[in-house]
């Protein structure tokens, strides 16, 4: 099976951490699928540098270079896409990252900076996605990146392991 296989033409998605990496990967998989592609990505050249190869497979980008900590921006650029598209069929929720520490080293300010970034992003870019995808009368996909460390022990990854726990739980529910 390729991207061949699997037609979304005329299908809108967007990717958190698209401009690299697994959320770049996904990002040019789907618009070889069809699919116009919203990126998001932290890091401005990245966002740029995916967009412009989404385009020159023949689709429709946007950029939305900004921190998906920042709930209001990220929120902003998921009510964007579905204005600029007209909808949006796929939400790729794939921002996230890790820093290995004891638990015990971590002060609360490194809990609350994994927790947005590994799970209220999360949580923000599929509630703004959600009205926009029954609006466009066919629903949509959401799919939410994970990790093995939310599904076992993971020491040095604490807070990490529970952001991810949260999102599969998320994911089920």
Same mark, same amino acid.
């Given at each position: @099976? =390729? $991207? +061949?296989?699997?037609?979304?033409t005329g299908q809108v998605a967007l990717v958190t951490g698209g401009g690299g990496g697994i959320?770049?990967?996904? $990002?040019?998989?789907?618009? =070889? @699928? /069809?699919? =116009?592609? #919203?990126?998001?990505?932290?890091i401005p050249d990245r966002c740029a540098e995916t967009a412009s190869e989404v385009e020159k497979r023949g689709r429709k #980008?946007?950029?939305f270079p900004l921190n998906v @900590?920042?709930?209001g921006p990220l929120q902003n650029a998921v009510a964007q896409t579905g204005k600029q598209f007209g909808r949006l069929d796929i939400l790729v929720n794939n921002a996230g990252?890790? &820093?290995?520490?004891?638990?015990? =080293?971590?002060?609360?300010?490194?809990?609350?900076?994994?927790?947005?970034?590994?799970?209220? +992003?999360?949580?923000a870019a599929t509630q703004a996605a959600i009205p926009i995808m029954i609006a466009g009368g066919r629903g949509g996909s959401i799919i939410n990146? &994970? +990790?093995?460390? /939310? +599904?076992? $022990?993971a020491p040095g990854y604490a807070v990490y392991a529970a952001c991810k726990a949260g999102i599969n739980n998320l994911t089920r529910t």
């Open positions: @099976m =390729d $991207a +061949s296989d699997i037609d979304l959320g770049r990967a996904c $990002a040019l998989c789907l618009a =070889d @699928m /069809g699919a =116009d592609i #919203a990126i998001v990505d932290v #980008a946007l950029q @900590m920042e709930v990252g890790v &820093t290995r520490r004891a638990f015990v =080293d971590l002060q609360p300010k490194n809990w609350a900076r994994h927790i947005d970034l590994n799970l209220i +992003s999360n949580l990146v &994970t +990790s093995i460390e /939310g +599904s076992r $022990a």
